[in-house]
């Protein structure tokens, strides 16, 4: 009889039971997004403009074709400027310029002298601890490549915050 009643509220336990939670059923329940998945959903879109000027390298990741594809799939408005006349004509629809850092304070200037109001925002390739803390300082928001996409967005996201 008492094996009897045990079974039988074992029974009730198991069948009236909230669903048990293991290590990582967390992200597959619906309307829940991993930390990764958020972050590539821009906060603010905006029209970004990715300058390459004469001297820019070509194997740099500003002539990565995925760069303008990667800016339009979460919803930015890319274009692209390769000559100085270019630069300044583009850059008054431009919220964030993209441009590498060598030439990231001329650009700055050219920008502000045209008396335009875009963001500039350096990118380093591989760059040194020192030199990227030294370029953090100077521009505020720098983007250090190779990064995922997630970071080109939070790295455009906190130039348009810093505005």
Not at 70 to 93: M, N, Q, W, Y
């Amino acid at each position: 009889m008492k094996r009897g009643v045990g079974s039988l509220l074992a029974a009730l336990s198991i069948v009236s039971a909230q669903d048990l939670f293991a290590c990582g059923d967390r992200f597959i329940f619906s309307g829940s997004n991993s930390r990764l998945e958020r972050a590539a959903t821009p906060g603010v879109l905006a029209n970004v403009l990715i300058y390459r000027d004469a001297e820019t390298d070509p194997t740099s990741v500003m002539f990565d074709p995925a760069l303008p594809e990667v800016l339009a799939e979460v919803g930015h408005t890319p274009s692209v400027a390769d000559r100085p006349d270019e630069l300044v004509e583009s850059a008054r629809g431009a919220d964030v310029v993209l441009v590498e850092y060598r030439s990231a304070p001329a650009v700055r200037e050219s920008i502000r002298a045209s008396g335009g109001g875009s963001i500039v925002v350096p990118v380093l390739d591989r760059a040194a601890r020192k030199n990227l803390s030294a370029a953090k300082r100077e521009f505020g928001v720098v983007l250090n490549v190779p990064a995922s996409a997630a970071t080109l967005i939070r790295a455009i996201d906190r130039a348009l915050a810093a505005r």
